[in-house]
């Protein structure tokens, strides 16, 4: 089997999830035999363009004319079975799609995050989740609250790229749905079921996990998005050492918020940016992960990570991450209705111990808990997540193993190639 991933690379001064990603799924194939034609670009080349380069990026987003003759020749002299595509902006395109589609070359697009609608990719602005632009022939609020880049004129470039590419999405062939909720989102666009196919990342396997630690790790970009604030907001309301430690490890913008935190209160520790020893230490030394995202975070690594070092995780009931630790339930598509109710899982099942009224919403899941986003909520959490991570931590090894593993993973992906193969090509 030939396969062409294409993929825009993410700058590498901005950690990309996305970016490593790629790399393990072009290594985990080609160890299965397939072979990866990699078609990528980067945002770091935008610097060194020619100057008649760097004239034609304003319109690379809609369609990007260098990209497609270089797709357009790869296509022609290896004949693959199959395109998968993952980020197309700004040097790709979503044109890519139609130019594999013209060379009869059926496509797959790994959905990482919600542009199909929302100029951002995030269902978020000004610190909320924001829906505006749904169902919109023209994103206008993107372009009025500058939603791309902080930029109007981007914003109105991305706005007027996603209304053109909208017929293109549509004649994906088939879409990978990181999580359920991806799943429904994609769906809510308008995307037929039979074109839709939830399938996770991977992560590889660090072994055995090693004896539970003590306290919390939070390992995220330090970005308001990511629940940082929320996060101290809720250790606040418990007493200095009464949870353990709770570890920070990253970067980004909000870097002041956990040293002052850091300062204030020896229960709390800033890591910095870890390794991947680093990361494996701050894992081993912790019981509980926290993934306290205020958007519909679609797939945070760290959960997946978290999992397969036996480690559960407490989130909040937003994206995919009641996906990822078995407490999802049918809810309403991302960017669909108030925040605490978007994603938001049904049936909640207050656990045995503590004050119902402090715990409502909290649910147990598989391989973690999960609340709303709010700072009462996640403080009556953490105590109970806390007693019971020696239960959990068996249940979360567990469900690595059966539905994050590369092996496990790979089959899938295989599967999903083959399925279009079998089809004869471009549906």
Not at 37 to 64: G, H, V
Not at 222 to 232: A, F, N, Q, R, V
Not at 245 to 262: K, M, S
Not at 388 to 394: N, S, T, V, Y
Request: proline letters at 9%.
């Amino acid at each position: 089997m030939r396969i062409v991933v294409a993929h825009n690379r993410y700058r590498e001064a901005q950690p990309s999830g996305e970016n490593t990603i790629v790399d393990a799924e072009i290594a985990q194939l080609t160890e299965a035999g397939v072979e990866v034609l990699p078609f990528l670009r980067s945002s770091d080349e935008i610097p060194s363009m020619s100057k008649a380069a760097k004239a034609l990026l304003p319109i690379s987003p809609i369609w990007a004319p260098k990209a497609q003759q270089d797709l357009g020749r790869l296509l022609d002299e290896h004949r693959p079975d199959v395109l998968h595509l993952h980020n197309p902006y700004p040097l790709l395109s979503p044109w890519v799609v139609r130019t594999a589609h013209r060379h009869g070359v059926p496509v797959v697009q790994t959905v990482h995050n919600y542009r199909q609608v929302c100029s951002s990719g995030l269902y978020f602005r000004d610190g909320v989740i924001c829906q505006d632009c749904r169902g919109r022939a023209l994103g206008v609020p993107a372009i009025v609250h500058r939603c791309y880049r902080g930029s109007r004129a981007q914003s109105a470039l991305m706005a007027t790229t996603l209304a053109v590419h909208r017929p293109t999405w549509r004649s994906v062939d088939r879409f990978i749905a990181l999580t359920s909720a991806v799943a429904d989102h994609l769906r809510d666009y308008g995307v037929p079921d039979e074109r839709i196919v939830v399938k996770p990342n991977a992560v590889g396997d660090p072994g055995v996990p090693a004896p539970l630690g003590d306290g919390f790790l939070f390992m995220a970009r330090l970005s308001p998005e990511k629940g940082l604030d929320l996060l101290l907001e809720a250790w606040r309301r418990h007493p200095v050492g009464a949870l353990g430690q709770l570890r920070v490890a990253g970067d980004g913008e909000l870097r002041p918020l956990v040293e002052a935190a850091a300062a204030e209160r020896a229960d709390v520790t800033y890591l910095g940016q870890l390794d991947r020893a680093g990361v494996r230490a701050a894992l081993s030394a912790s019981a509980v992960v926290l993934a306290t995202s205020t958007w519909h975070d679609v797939l945070p690594t760290v959960i997946i990570e978290a999992l397969a070092s036996g480690r559960p995780v407490l989130g909040t009931a937003l994206g995919g991450i009641p996906y990822l630790v078995g407490a999802d339930a049918p809810r309403e598509p991302a960017g669909t209705g108030p925040a605490f109710a978007a994603s938001a899982v049904a049936g909640h099942v207050p656990p045995p111990a503590g004050p119902p009224a402090l715990l409502a919403g909290l649910v147990t899941g598989e391989a973690g808990w999960v609340v709303p986003p709010d700072a009462a909520a996640l403080a009556a959490a953490l105590p109970v997540a806390r007693a019971g991570a020696p239960r959990l931590a068996a249940t979360a090894r567990s469900r690595y193993e059966r539905t994050f593993h590369p092996d496990v993973v790979i089959k899938q992906h295989l599967d999903i190639y083959a399925a279009l193969t079998r089809k004869g090509g471009v549906e």
